[in-house]
């Protein structure tokens, strides 16, 4: 089974500083999907950013970056420029690729942000 | 305006009580899902239908019943809950691409907050 773990509960960060996320994780899979979903108090969960396993090459959108590094199984989240807008749960989330896998996601328990003016 | 739309936004009910959940995309995916998420908990998947079969019972109580009767719609009908049954209710939708199996990243609803006397 696949666990994944974000160790900081809570974070804040200063608007226009930069901020990263931790996020392990734990699978014996070799092909999978990462995944990075932000949750603000509107509730919708919305996708950040996703990484393939088999890619080597970090992926980017806009402000947010990831570090991903597949022998210690860790993606951090790295968002430049913070915004008021960015405070929000964020929750890594972790999917095999594999047929039959029934497109399960793993979250983690989430980290709040806060971003302070 | 979110492409997954959920209703009732938020609901309280009785232990004794029936009720529905009522999810609908309007983005043309063929996969969707029902969540559980509560507090200090990671998400857990409830139930995954593909083409509106279920492909995925993640060992749920069967005090909640889902009910996919086309693939835009998702219903998650309750029945006799318990206070712990008391959470956010998230629905989500995917394209799956065949295979079995899909990268494609999971578009949720805004959720309906249960809470159960």
């Known amino acids: 089974a696949q666990t994944v773990t974000q160790s900081q509960p809570e974070m804040s960060v200063q608007e226009a500083e930069t901020v990263t996320l931790s996020c392990t994780y734990d699978t014996s899979e070799n092909n999978y999907y990462l995944f990075w979903y932000k949750q603000p108090p509107s509730r919708q969960m919305i996708l950040v950013i996703r990484q393939e396993a088999y890619k080597q090459q970090n992926a980017t959108e806009n402000r947010f970056s990831v570090n991903f590094q597949k022998a210690a199984k860790s993606f951090s989240l790295k968002i430049s420029d913070s915004q008021l807008g960015d405070t929000a749960m964020y929750f890594c989330a972790f999917m095999k690729a594999v047929e039959g896998s029934n497109y399960k996601l793993t979250f983690g328990k989430g980290t709040l942000l806060t971003v302070n003016p | 305006e979110t492409g997954v739309t959920q209703t009732p936004r938020h609901l309280v009910m009785g232990m004794t009580n029936k009720k529905s959940l009522k999810c609908e995309q309007h983005l043309g995916h063929n996969a969707m899902y029902w969540y559980k998420q509560s507090a200090k908990k990671p998400l857990e998947l409830m139930f995954v239908y593909n083409f509106k079969e279920q492909t995925e019972n993640n060992s749920v109580p069967s005090r909640f019943s889902p009910e996919c009767p086309n693939s835009s719609h998702l219903f998650l009908h309750l029945h006799t809950l318990q206070p712990e049954d008391s959470a956010l209710y998230l629905c989500?939708?995917?394209?799956?691409?065949?295979?079995?199996?899909?990268?494609?990243?999971?578009?949720f609803g805004d959720g309906t907050r249960l809470s159960i006397l």
């Open positions: 989500a939708s995917s394209q799956d691409r065949g295979g079995g199996y899909s990268n494609q990243p999971q578009h």
